[in-house]
């Protein structure tokens, strides 16, 4: 039996790197999840790797209609959740020179405006025993040129744990951010100005002590832990899963 057995869980970015090896985890473990992005046709190829303990709920979660949608699908089907993963995300460098406010705002949106109302909407679906994970970054404690609007939706993550973990008292519902490190996923494409994924991993080999990138699946078991009872006596806290990058 898996150490999720009977949970249900929503993984909103789970149709792609660290959301899709956490949602492929999570049902190894037992869970049942809903899984959230844009693209239909990346969650319909994730649905068909996990099987019949996943369903995808597309949506473009930096509108509020949609997370209302995702909401009421989690509703109309289990009427329950124990674990939402608030992990959907993107990266672009701006250096502060150039940095647009339509940059601002769809980084903004995305990774500070959305984990507020997605947990707001599903909250009325949480009992005790809850765990509530909300995916940083250590770049929420480091400085890295041209993130200012990542970074900062990071820091936000961050403060929404210690705020939620004091306003959830005496509700059993732990609330916790996952901060990994540099993690082989499709954002270091997008991340990078001009050269691909190797000009990521070029700027950051030199700072990260285990001297590699994560492979998402070492986040996913991180999640895993905050997910189960195994962290039990965790709230407001923040797990760095980090290769070291933000601790030295
Ligand atoms: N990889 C790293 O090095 C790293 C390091 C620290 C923190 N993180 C954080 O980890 C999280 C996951 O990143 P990843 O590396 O796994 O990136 P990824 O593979 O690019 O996945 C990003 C996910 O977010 C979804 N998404 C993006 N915009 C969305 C929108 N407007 N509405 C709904 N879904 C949206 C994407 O799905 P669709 O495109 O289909 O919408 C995709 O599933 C992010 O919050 C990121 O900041 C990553």
Do not use: C
Not at 46 to 56: K, T
């Amino acid at each position: 039996m898996g150490i999720l057995t009977g949970k249900v869980a929503v993984v909103t970015g789970g149709n792609s790197g660290i959301g899709l090896a956490t949602a492929r985890r999570f049902v190894e473990e037992g869970a049942y999840v809903f899984i959230t992005g844009r693209r239909q046709a990346e969650l319909d190829k994730a649905v068909a790797v996990m099987g019949n303990n996943a369903r995808a709920i597309a949506g473009d979660i930096s509108k509020l209609e949609d997370i209302q949608t995702i909401a009421a699908t989690v509703k109309d089907a289990k009427g329950v959740v124990d674990i939402i993963v608030s992990n959907a995300g993107f990266t672009e460098q701006a250096p502060l020179d150039t940095l647009t406010p339509e940059h601002f705002d769809k980084a903004f949106n995305l990774m500070a405006r959305a984990p507020v109302f997605l947990v707001q909407k599903l909250l009325p679906l949480m009992e005790s025993g809850g765990s509530i994970i909300l995916v940083s970054s250590a770049m929420h404690l480091m400085g890295i040129a041209n993130h200012t609007a990542y970074a900062a939706t990071k820091a936000a993550t961050r403060s929404y744990a210690r705020t939620w973990a004091a306003e959830f008292k005496g509700r059993g519902i732990r609330v916790n951010t996952l901060s990994p490190g540099v993690t082989d996923t499709p954002i270091l494409e997008a991340q990078s100005e001009s050269g691909g994924r190797d000009e990521v991993v070029n700027m950051y080999m030199d700072m990260i002590p285990l001297g590699r990138l994560a492979e998402a699946v070492e986040i996913a078991n991180a999640a895993v832990f905050l997910a189960s009872d195994q962290s039990s006596y965790m709230t407001g806290a923040d797990l760095m899963a980090d290769g070291g990058v933000g601790q030295v």
